[in-house]
């Protein structure tokens, strides 16, 4: 039996996958053997505490000590925040929480907004355009790189390694994209060392040479390089779901476009909806473990799938309609939950919101370039989104 996750049809409709996976337990095993066996959670109450379970690790290096996987990834993009425990976590994470506050994404805004003006200014009504390429990558991918100091010259290479991280396919790809990635970072960090500027990276190379216990060279590179990726692949995603999500749901982006007040609420039912991360990332057990019901043996890994999650009929009403006006649907684990939970997750509302708000009031003919059903997803595990988003403007 092949991992359920390798269906042709997963990557541009999971759901199916996951309510068949819920029915048989939610909490499963997977076939596979070795280090690849693992147990899926797909039911919500389970994913929540998964996620947030002391007794599941983030350790990935502690996992692979000694086992023979053949990759060679980088070590600053394999062990980074999101790939660690307490108490490396906990010290890595307050050292850039200030950064991604509400309070300091709202001082943000304003860029955000007039940024999204500025990549739609030439747009046309009755034009053609792909809404991820023109909209959903550069937003995300110029906020972040403006917000951590990274040159405007340098985005294009930053993107293409990103994209190549997320892809699933060829490893020799990703490792590849890793050391280029890696490489570059620590080639940005020295250049920060000896030309500070008041960005987010610049700050970081000040606390790691004002106090060396708080922060490695090491763990600086991997911090920069998580904010980096983590930071848009996932919200291009994002943009990419609620728009074409929309576009099927007449009524709903009616209702969105009469009044774009409700733009903000609507986001978590979006997310919701249709997550960009439709499985977090990697967990496994070092002992043996309980989510909800089902025993997890010392050592295997552990699949939480958010996407699944926020379907559980358990949880939400009617899971599988789009309900703008759904009073629960900030439950969502769209941004995950415990201390991993998204970083970035004011920063993405923003972005989202930015980009509804200027697709729905500039083009009120806003429709589909291509059928909803030979639309190109994303080849990639973790990440659900489309490729591109051809639309009629
Ligand atoms: C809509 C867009 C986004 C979605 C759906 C999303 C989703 C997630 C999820 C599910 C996690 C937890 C993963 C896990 O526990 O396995 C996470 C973690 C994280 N996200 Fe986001 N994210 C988004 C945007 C962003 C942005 C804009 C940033 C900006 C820097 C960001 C930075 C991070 C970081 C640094 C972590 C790791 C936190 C930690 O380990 O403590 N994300 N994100």
Redesign the pocket.
């Known amino acids: 039996m092949s991992s359920p996750f390798q269906d042709p049809g997963f990557l541009r409709d999971p759901y199916p996958t996951y309510a068949e996976l819920r029915r048989d337990g939610a909490v499963r095993k997977l076939p596979g053997t070795g280090h690849k066996a693992g147990y899926a959670v797909t039911g919500y109450s389970e994913a929540r505490q998964a996620?947030a379970e002391p007794g599941l690790s983030k350790d990935t290096a502690r996992f692979f000590a000694g086992k023979e996987t053949g990759r060679s990834l980088h070590p600053a993009v394999s062990q980074n925040?999101?790939a660690t425990d307490p108490p490396d976590?906990t010290r890595l994470?307050r050292l850039v929480t200030r950064a991604?506050t509400p309070g300091a994404v709202d001082l943000l805004r304003p860029y955000i907004v007039d940024l999204a003006d500025a990549l739609t200014d030439s747009w046309v009504p009755g034009d053609r355009v792909d809404v991820i390429e023109s909209l959903a990558v550069p937003l995300?991918v110029t906020v972040?790189c403006q917000l951590l100091g990274v040159p405007a010259a340098d985005r294009d290479a930053v993107r293409a390694w990103s994209t190549d991280l997320f892809a699933a396919g060829d490893p020799r790809r990703i490792d590849a994209a890793s050391h280029g990635l890696a490489e570059y970072m620590a080639e940005l960090v020295a250049s920060k060392r000896r030309t500070p500027d008041d960005a987010l990276l610049s700050a970081l190379v000040a606390v790691r040479d004002s106090d060396g216990d708080q922060l490695t060279e090491q763990e600086l590179v991997s911090l920069a390089v998580?904010?980096l990726v983590?930071?848009?692949e996932?919200?291009t995603s994002?943009i990419g779901n609620a728009v074409l999500a929309l576009l099927r749901h007449p009524a709903q982006l009616e209702l969105l476009r009469s009044d774009p007040s409700r733009i903000d609420r609507a986001v978590d039912e979006l997310?919701r909806y249709d997550?960009?991360?439709t499985i977090?990332?990697w967990r496994w057990a070092p002992e043996a473990v309980r989510v909800g019901d089902t025993d997890i043996p010392a050592g295997s890994p552990v699949s939480v799938s958010?996407g699944a999650a926020n379907r559980d009929p358990d949880r939400f009403t009617d899971p599988d309609r789009l309900d703008l006006e759904r009073a629960d649907a900030h439950a969502h684990l769209?941004?995950?939950h415990g201390?991993?939970?998204?970083?970035?997750?004011p920063?993405?509302r923003a972005?989202?919101a930015a980009a509804l708000r200027v697709l729905l009031t500039r083009f009120p003919g806003l429709r589909l370039g291509r059928p909803a059903d030979q639309l190109r997803w994303r080849r990639s595990r973790l990440i659900h989104g489309l490729e591109s988003l051809p639309l009629l403007l």
Do not use: D, K, N, W
Request: aromatic letters at 6%; hydrophobic letters at 55%.
């Open positions: 996620l925040m999101l976590h994470r991604f995300p972040i998580l904010l983590a930071g848009h996932t919200t994002a997310l997550s960009a991360v977090a990332t958010p769209a941004f995950g201390i991993h939970r998204c970083l970035g997750a920063l993405a972005e989202v």
